[in-house]
């Protein structure tokens, strides 16, 4: 098998690998599929040390992973967000690391809305007093009270990239003042999208709702604490659909147990899976989906194309569309052979 290009996936959310299998077995690559996201270190390298091309969703791949791959050339995210891959550790030994951008922005735009509507009309508390009360013949709505319009209300975005971007644009039509945090996006993008940079400080004080779209760094890691939810309107809820190490739990907790802010819609969490001790639990203004934004059948499909379309131009010695670690490819110990 000297000679074959071998293929192996690391962890995946799909209910089968057969057609990655028949695809590759079209062009004569070897296929392995393993679900080793809770797997040691030591098992990630045994079962992938002679894999050329990799594919990851959720495990973490550390320096001591890169090092033990032998043969890796790429390693390609099934995703877009990258804080569990040491990116730095792939560039040191040469191996290209890349996401899939594109993906799956539809999807996390959409679901963010869900969220938004969901939470600010309290579809949680509704569905509870029409399963306890309602069919009991209560209809007082005193314990519902109040719900506000969301048009016209301050949507805060905080990070206009692909996906910010794309819900302001999908908002446009319900009336929202938007207010939106993004200091690192070109002004005539934000021109373009008709909105303007306002601090973070601003963002959050003037909203009603506040929707992250942010990825992890070192700026935004745990930057939604306590001291920032205060800044918050008592009436205002929070939404994170980018990933749960942006925000503190605990002191989301503590605002919510407060009354600093009124919700929550969380799709991302600190743990995932969260810790026994996560107090959301039974909280009627908190709506928790389980990292499941990024998720539709076409959305499912789409990158399941993407990563073999990348796969596909590795053979004909092409590197795949998102690097991450553009640096690698200008580095001595870059793996890949690359033909212009
Ligand atoms: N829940 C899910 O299933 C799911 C799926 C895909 C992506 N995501 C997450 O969504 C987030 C956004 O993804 P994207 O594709 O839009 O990324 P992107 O890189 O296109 O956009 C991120 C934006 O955040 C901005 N930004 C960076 N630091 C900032 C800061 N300190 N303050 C304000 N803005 C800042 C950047 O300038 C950029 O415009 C990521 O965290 C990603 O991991 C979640």
């Known amino acids: 098998m000297e000679d074959t290009i071998v293929y192996k996936v690391i962890d995946y959310v799909e209910h089968d690998l057969d057609w990655e299998k028949e695809e590759c077995n079209k062009v004569g690559i070897h296929f392995e599929a393993y679900q080793l996201k809770f797997a040691s270190q030591e098992e990630v390298i045994e079962k992938c040390r002679d894999a050329d091309f990799l594919c990851v969703d959720m495990t973490p791949i550390t320096e001591q992973i890169f090092e033990g791959l032998d ?20 560039t040191k030994h040469g191996i290209i690391f890349a996401n899939q951008a594109r993906a799956f922005r539809q999807d996390v735009a959409e679901h963010a809305i869900m969220l938004i509507f969901a939470t600010y009309r309290k579809l949680m508390l509704l569905n509870k007093f029409f399963n306890d009360s309602v069919r009991l013949g209560n209809w007082s709505y005193h314990d519902i009270y109040p719900v506000y319009r969301l048009g016209e209300k301050n949507l805060g975005i905080i990070g206009a990239g692909n996906i910010g971007s794309l819900v302001i ?15 690192y996006k070109p002004k005539e993008e934000l021109e373009e999208l008709g909105v303007e940079h306002t601090p973070l400080d601003e963002v959050l004080e003037k909203s009603d709702i506040v929707s992250l779209h942010v990825p992890v760094t070192d700026e935004t890691r745990g930057f939604i604490d306590y001291e920032k939810l205060s800044l918050m309107k008592e009436s205002a809820i929070l939404i994170n659909t980018a990933r749960g190490q942006v925000v503190k739990t605990l002191d989301l907790t503590k605002a919510l147990k407060k009354g600093i802010i009124a919700g929550a819609g969380l799709d991302v ?26 998720y539709s059948e076409e959305g499912g499909w789409e990158i399941r194309h993407m990563i073999i379309d990348d796969l596909r131009a590795f053979l004909d010695g092409k590197p795949p569309r998102h690097i991450i670690n553009t640096e690698v490819l200008q580095s001595p110990q870059l793996r890949m052979k690359i033909s212009v």
Do not use: Q
């Open 269 to 294: 969490h600190e743990g995932e899976p969260p810790p026994e001790e996560y107090g959301f639990a039974g909280m009627d203004n908190v709506i928790c989906t389980p990292h499941f934004a990024w």
């Open 169 to 183: 644009r999908k908002l446009k039509s319900f009336g929202f003042h938007l207010l939106v945090c993004d200091p």
């Open 71 to 90: 043969n890796a050339k790429v390693l390609i995210r099934h995703g877009i967000g990258y804080d569990k891959v040491d990116v730095n550790a792939a």
